[in-house]
């Protein structure tokens, strides 16, 4: 419970105040009054210190410890300032302009805060250093408060006109799937079979292991079927027909039927071909709607019972277009550690914002690691990247509103604030991120939700082995 302290001494209180811009040039007399005529409070880690909305009967400042300023939305809370810590001024404009909280303050670690009674303002204002800082404090909060606000309500008008888009792209992507599949169907069952059909098997990986073996086929043509060309033999090569076994084949059909049969074995190869591509790019495109699906109809969800690992998997579609080649996805799921009970869009977020972080560290070649764990009444997400070390100096900010370490326009420096506020706020969990022994981990533990006994998980766990690569 947050009360006051009694036995804190008068000179750390005055110490602490003269850490504040809005003290700092007060005579030693004021100083000393505003300590003597204020309360000391101490608050619990977790506890509430102000709640939005209600009445602003006093300014604090922050003795020791950090706390977090929050406002409510439609989507949830919305973090206004992520770390506040000895020095900082809270609840001054409510008391300013004579109007209830606007915002919630709670703390992150025990702290103890300075209460500053509303009449105490009169001998702020009427010492100009004073007046001036606090304008000064006042001017920077209204700033990053409009900046946060703003940046909020774009996120809400793009996720408007991505539900939008969903909806026109998710349509004709299920049309190409069902009619792919359904010309795949038809062509089957009138395809005719040659005696080529038997020949065909895997194409080899290797590129000039396919171009040795295209020549070779090629020497097959210009004796048995001369006229069909390069091109022919590639795309048999490509169909992984041997030029052992073509030899025999093509010796066994009369000279005159060489050529056609030839024909019509690779147009029929190349029209599967192009069906298994335009089934995989619609299936791929559903993947990606699938995945946005969250994120664009976030705020019409609320509790729920959450697949995590659906979500990490979704999250990795949708950032697989940044991942260079060298690096490798690595997943290590455990059953036991599949659901909780969350908002499902705002986790999505999350993810994408952790999985984004690692593939920027993680540069051209590394790991990255997904991994789930049971925890007992918790589950663990860990988000692991093998990029260089994050210095402990950034370690100490990364949670901080507008900190980037990404270039300019390439990171707001909102994304792990925010994933930080859906953890602790919305999910009452916990978000930290550590740097050693040549790994970074982002690490989330979330609370299950619910009572989840073991039998229960059992009972929800798929067949086979968590899905890892």
């Known amino acids: 419970m947050t009360g006051p302290v009694d036995d804190v001494p008068a000179d750390d209180v005055v110490a602490a105040l003269r850490t504040s811009p809005l003290f700092a040039q007060l005579p030693d007399d004021d100083v000393a009054a505003l300590a003597a005529g204020g309360r000391t409070l101490e608050v619990p880690a977790g506890a509430v210190l102000m709640a939005e909305g209600a009445p602003a009967d006093a300014m604090l400042v922050v003795l020791d410890g950090q706390l977090e300023v929050t406002r409510g939305g439609g989507g949830g809370p919305a973090v206004l300032l992520n770390l506040c810590s000895r020095g900082d001024l809270l609840g001054e404009l409510g008391v300013l302009q004579g109007v209830p909280r606007s915002a919630t303050v709670r703390a992150r670690t025990a702290a103890r805060v ?5 009449d105490a303002l009169d001998r702020l204002l009427a010492h100009p250093h004073s007046a001036r800082a606090l304008l000064q404090a006042t001017a920077r909060r209204l700033a990053r408060e409009e900046g946060l ?6 996120m809400a008008a793009l996720g408007g006109l991505a539900a939008g888009l969903l909806h026109e792209i998710n349509n004709p992507a299920a049309a190409v799937s069902r009619s792919a599949a359904r010309l795949r ?3 089957t069952e009138q395809r005719r079979t040659g005696p080529l059909d038997e020949l065909a098997g895997p194409a080899p990986a290797d590129s000039l292991a396919r171009a040795d073996a295209a020549t070779a086929l090629a020497g097959v043509l210009a004796r048995l079927a001369p006229g069909t060309g390069r091109a022919a033999a590639e795309q048999l090569a490509a169909a992984g027909i041997a030029a052992p076994a073509l030899e025999v084949a093509l010796a066994a059909l009369p000279g005159e039927h060489r050529a056609a049969e030839l024909r019509r074995f690779l147009r029929e190869h190349e029209v599967g071909r192009l069906l298994e591509e335009l089934l995989t790019g619609a299936e791929h ?5 699938t995945g946005v699906r969250p994120l664009a109809y976030a705020a019409d969800q609320g509790l729920t019972e959450v697949d995590l690992h659906a979500g990490l998997e979704q999250a990795l579609v949708l950032l697989r277009h940044k991942l260079p080649p060298g690096v490798r996805v690595v997943r290590d799921l455990s059953p036991d550690a599949r659901t909780v009970r969350g908002r499902p869009a705002d986790l999505a977020l999350v993810w994408i914002n952790l999985l984004d972080n690692a593939v920027a560290a993680v540069g051209t070649d590394g ?11 918790r589950v663990l997400v860990d988000v692991e990247n093998t990029g260089p070390p994050v210095p402990p100096e950034v370690t100490e900010r990364v949670f ?10 390439e990171g707001t420096g909102l994304g792990l604030t925010t994933a930080l506020a859906v953890i602790a706020q919305q999910h009452h969990g916990e978000l930290t991120l550590t740097s050693a022994d040549g790994v970074t981990r982002a690490r989330v533990v979330l609370p299950r939700g619910d009572d989840d006994p073991a039998e229960l998980r059992a009972a929800r766990r798929p067949a086979g082995p968590a899905a890892a690569r």
């Not at 606000?149 to 774009?154: F, S, V």
């Not at 901080?400 to 326009?409: E, I, L, M, Q």
């Open 114 to 118: 300075q209460r500053i009674d509303v």
């Open 149 to 154: 606000l703003r940046q909020r309500e774009r």
């Open 185 to 187: 169907r038809l062509l």
């Open 285 to 289: 495109l559903s993947r990606i709607v």
């Open 367 to 377: 790991t990255i690691t997904v991994r789930t764990a049971d925890a007992g009444d």
């Open 400 to 409: 901080d509103a507008f900190f980037t370490t990404k270039p300019v326009g």
